[in-house]
């Protein structure tokens, strides 16, 4: 267990829906991070939350938002939902920006989308 | 575009085995790179971590060897178990001065070790 909490674990909608999928990272960590990961595709990096403030942005569609609250805790919003937004969404948390040697990141168990 | 290229796609092995997994970067400049193993619908689970100055590290049957000069990187496992069953990620983390970091993946290499 990496300490890191996803919900919900499983998530099925229809194309056109929106979903908010909640990630709580582990204890005294102030970094959050969200992947996606397509059948058989690698992680794709999507944004980076440090102490509320979003710190990096990767390949994340104009339909995706997230943000960090207070709390720590993260969101990611996901609208308009398409067939191909289908995934795995995975969550990590990291002390500080990970990549820094020795600043690792955890992963959550993640939460399986399935749009119909 | 900084990318990370991982070979065999698959392999399979059998149980006792050793086996020899690849991973080629261009990412400049480079700061440190990670082997994750991932199970199933799990998220991944840190194995080594490796600056550019290292030439090898050890976690008990895994040990990921890294030339920096031809941005190559191996995971040698040893005596393979079941267990290690999953995909095995090689992931590279650019340097950056501003302090902030995207990590860039592999796709994995998928390992099915059998009896």
């Known amino acids: 267990d990496s300490g890191v909490t996803q919900t919900p674990k499983h998530l099925i909608t229809a194309t056109g829906q929106r979903v908010t999928l909640r990630c709580s990272p582990r204890?005294?960590?102030?970094?959050v991070y969200w992947y996606q990961q397509s059948l058989d595709q690698g992680l794709q990096f999507l944004i980076q939350?440090?102490?509320?403030?979003?710190?990096a942005k990767g390949n994340i569609l104009e339909r995706f938002s997230a943000q960090q609250f207070p709390d720590l805790h993260s969101e990611l919003n996901l609208s308009s939902l398409e067939l191909g937004d289908s995934a795995l969404y995975f969550c990590?948390?990291?002390?500080?920006?990970?990549?820094?040697?020795?600043?690792?990141?955890?992963f959550g168990p993640g939460t399986r989308l399935t749009v119909l | 575009k900084n990318q990370v290229e991982q070979s065999p796609q698959s392999l399979i092995i059998l149980e006792g085995k050793n086996c020899t997994l690849q991973?080629?970067?261009?990412?400049?400049?480079?700061?440190?790179l990670r082997w994750y193993k991932q199970d199933t619908g799990r998220g991944p689970v840190s194995l080594t971590i490796?600056?550019?100055?290292?030439n090898t590290k050890s976690n008990g049957r895994y040990t990921a060897t890294l030339d920096a000069d031809t941005k190559q990187s191996s995971l040698h496992i040893t005596a393979s178990q079941l267990s290690d069953s999953a995909s095995y990620i090689c992931?590279?983390?650019?340097?950056?001065?501003?302090?902030?970091?995207?990590?860039?993946f592999g796709k994995g290499t998928k390992l099915s070790v059998i009896p």
């Open positions: 990590a948390s990291s002390v500080g920006l990970a990549g820094v040697l020795g600043d690792e990141q955890f």
């Open positions: 204890s005294g960590d102030l970094s």
């Open positions: 939350y440090y102490n509320g403030e979003e710190r």
């Open positions: 991973c080629n970067y261009t990412v400049s400049p480079f700061s440190n």
């Open positions: 490796m600056t550019f100055s290292e």
């Open positions: 992931v590279v983390i650019p340097y950056s001065g501003a302090g902030s970091y995207q990590l860039t």
